[in-house]
């Protein structure tokens, strides 16, 4: 299993999982569809499913016109989540396979959209894992709950995508890694984990390259959303429960201007 990261719109990321063994192709959020085919004839691989995370535009705008340049594609999205061209809806705990190799799991991860897919995708000749996590999880951050409760998130998050295996590589939507880190850093400033990979996210953009992936494991040691758990992270808020950090964390993100 190879992934391709393909830059789209300002800060957005479309993917390609390919298959090696046959070249069959999967595209995550393919908002730009030329580019994602460009990227896909680069690599000799046969894009054969399109992976929608959610129904904002950003994420879901580009699958008709995927159905248009290639003909036959398969376009899959969450059961509650009206997804542009999608003919193939999924509710968690769907498999799908790519390829000879390739094994998908659709995780409902609800909370910016109401019908939220992550995809946790598997090889059986590659060791480390990946979910795409589109604008559920962010690296060292989460989307806004737009449509979505402070439990959810925390259940999506902590309890769904915390419960993968600790290595597994996280591929999200957006390039927003560097400012959420800069944000943390605000709350957890002694946090010398954020402290170290925010000089590496800053190093990566320089560079232009993506700060992408992480793994659940750095998640858990950089991402405020994902630690709240621990008392330390609740009584800097100065909540008593995880469900109320949460939620005080996204409000002071939302407010935050740095």
């Given at each position: 299993m ?8 300002e800060?957005?990321?479309a993917?390609l999982?390919?298959?090696?063994a ?6 995550v959020?393919?908002v730009?569809?030329?580019k994602?085919?460009r ?13 929608t ?8 705008g580009g699958?008709?016109?995927?159905k ?20 193939n ?15 998908i ?10 019908g ?5 995708v ?9 979910v795409?996590t ?17 439990e959810?998130m925390?259940?999506s998050l902590?309890?769904t ?13 957006h390039?927003?890694?560097e ?7 605000t709350v ?7 402290s ?6 800053q ?10 992936p992480?793994?659940?494991?750095e ?8 630690r709240?758990?621990?008392?330390e992270?609740?009584?800097?808020v100065?909540?008593?429960s ?17």
């Open positions: 190879k992934i391709y990261h393909i830059p789209c719109l800060d957005n990321y993917y999982i390919v298959d090696e046959t070249r069959e192709a999967a595209a959020d393919p730009e569809p030329e994602v085919i990227a896909a004839d680069e690599a000799g691989a046969d894009i054969k499913l399109v992976l995370t959610h129904r904002h535009w950003d994420h879901a699958n008709n016109k995927m248009q340049l290639v003909p036959g594609i398969k376009v899959y999205g969450g059961s509650l989540d009206n997804v542009e061209g999608c003919d809806k999924v509710e968690n705990g769907d498999r799908l396979s790519l390829g000879a190799d390739v094994n799991l659709a995780l409902h991860t609800p909370c910016h959209t109401k939220h897919i992550s995809y946790f598997t090889s059986k000749t590659e060791e480390v894992p990946a795409f589109g604008d559920t999880l962010f690296i060292a951050g989460c989307g806004k709950f737009f449509e979505g409760t402070a959810q925390y259940e902590c309890v995508l915390g419960s993968l295996p600790r290595p597994t590589r996280v591929f999200c939507g390039e927003y890694t400012k959420n880190l800069r944000f943390a850093l957890e400033p002694e946090n010398e984990k954020i170290q990979k925010l000089s590496w996210a190093q990566q953009r320089q560079a232009n390259l993506p700060t992408i992480s793994t659940i494991d998640e858990f040691e950089t991402n405020l959303f994902m709240v758990d621990l008392p992270i609740q009584a800097k100065g909540c008593h995880p469900t109320e950090a949460i939620m005080e964390i996204r409000r002071m993100k939302d407010n935050w201007r740095g």
